[in-house]
């Protein structure tokens, strides 16, 4: 990418309108001066000689989005107190709208107080209730998004999740669905709590403090050997591009991640299309109950007449219990809910994907970004 084209990618961020979901806060940076200590206990005596309220949490992502010339949209729970008072004068400092903040009389404004002495931090008081927001903001909050992307001509949607209570499953998941029938991007900044609710995301792009806490692993940033086994194992090498890689296999489904909405989001893809020749592609309902459904809608039909198997309901090569089973060095595209080697077939390789990836995959034969075939 050259310096001009650089330029115009940039240009055309002032066409964007970015839906921003998340917990927004206050990050409150307190200076003083520090020459005694207390008599009272062995702790420093602070003069205060300035504060500062600035945006944080998914009020500097807003700010970050403005930066680059999109609008923002900033979409969050606050309190119904002084704090609040605040936030607003913040938003109205920076030029961005306040439509998208609903103010519950319950909760408290999230502030995040810095104490500063001779550029050194000395302390953080955290003031903030993490608790779920209630169901009936909840649903408050979601007429709220869905009013916005219907009014605001929303081109993209930002999960900036801190695990302040703001995301809940419920609200991810209904945000989703609405993103999905308007083919609306969304993309996640994750925290541990809802760290296995972001299902059918465009991009999901956690730290590796993020991953290693929503996955559960016992890693050590700097153990090197680690991944560079999982590569060798997956016959990658570090910093290679993976998209246009071919694949063998493409798996939708299992007994947890084989769900009807799935199945439909596949069908709605691949509907009129035809798998690639290379590709084996299988379907496994959830459930009985799913498989009918899928009967009963018509998905099964679609999915055989583009070339996809229907296999048993429940646990299909899953740790190789059965007879279906990815082969030895075959690549795999898959839906199930972890990976770790030999997951699906004794040296098969898999990569887990969404369902609107892994129907990509199945149609062009190799992994692709799903916006290219839409």
């Not at 500063?116 to 953080?124: F, T």
């Not at 929303?154 to 703001?166: Q, R, S, T």
């Not at 969304?186 to 993020?210: A, Q, W």
Request: charged share 25%; with cysteine; proline share 4%.
């Amino acid at each position: 990418m050259n310096k001009e084209q650089i330029h115009q990618l940039f240009e055309q961020f002032s066409r964007f309108n970015i839906l921003i979901i998340g917990d927004v806060m206050i990050d409150t940076y307190f200076w003083g001066k520090v020459d005694r200590i207390s008599p009272e206990a062995p702790v420093p005596i602070i003069a205060r000689t300035n504060i500062e309220h600035r945006l944080g949490g998914a009020g500097n992502v807003a700010l970050n989005v403005q930066s680059l010339g999109a609008t923002p949209y900033l979409c969050s729970v606050i309190g119904d107190d002084d704090k609040s008072n605040i936030l607003t004068k913040l938003l109205r400092k920076r030029n961005l709208p306040s439509a998208g903040i609903l103010q519950d009389k319950d909760r408290i404004t999230t502030i995040k107080t810095r104490i500063i002495s001779d550029n050194q931090h000395l302390l953080r008081i955290d003031e903030e209730i993490t608790n779920n927001i209630p169901k009936e903001i909840q649903q408050k909050f979601i007429r709220k998004i869905q009013s916005l992307i219907e009014d605001k001509n929303i081109n993209a949607i930002i999960f900036e999740d801190y695990d302040k209570g703001v995301i809940t499953p419920e609200i991810i998941e209904e945000t989703v669905k609405i993103a999905k029938r308007k083919n609306i991007p969304t993309l996640v900044d994750p925290k541990k709590r809802n760290f296995m609710d972001y299902h059918g995301v465009s991009l999901f792009k956690p730290n590796f403090k993020e991953l290693v806490e929503g996955l559960k692993l016992d890693i050590e940033k700097s153990n090197f050997v680690t991944f560079n086994k999982a590569l060798d194992y997956m016959g990658f090498s570090a910093g290679e591009e993976i998209v246009g890689k071919d694949i063998d296999y493409v798996f939708v489904g299992s007994c947890t991640n084989g769900r009807i909405e799935d199945l439909r989001e596949v069908a709605s893809f691949v509907k009129g299309r035809k798998k690639a020749d290379n590709v084996t592609a299988w379907i496994v309902p959830g459930s009985k109950q799913v498989e009918q459904q899928a009967n009963q809608e018509g998905i099964t039909k679609i999915l055989e007449d583009a070339g996809f198997k229907l296999r048993q309901p429940g646990c299909s090569a899953c740790l190789a219990m059965n007879d279906d089973k990815i082969p030895t060095g075959m690549l795999a595209v898959a839906t199930s809910n972890r990976n770790f080697e030999g997951r699906q077939g004794p040296g098969s390789r898999t990569m887990l994907a969404s369902p609107l990836t892994a129907a990509a995959v199945a149609i062009s034969g190799k992994i692709v970004y799903p916006r290219t075939l839409l």
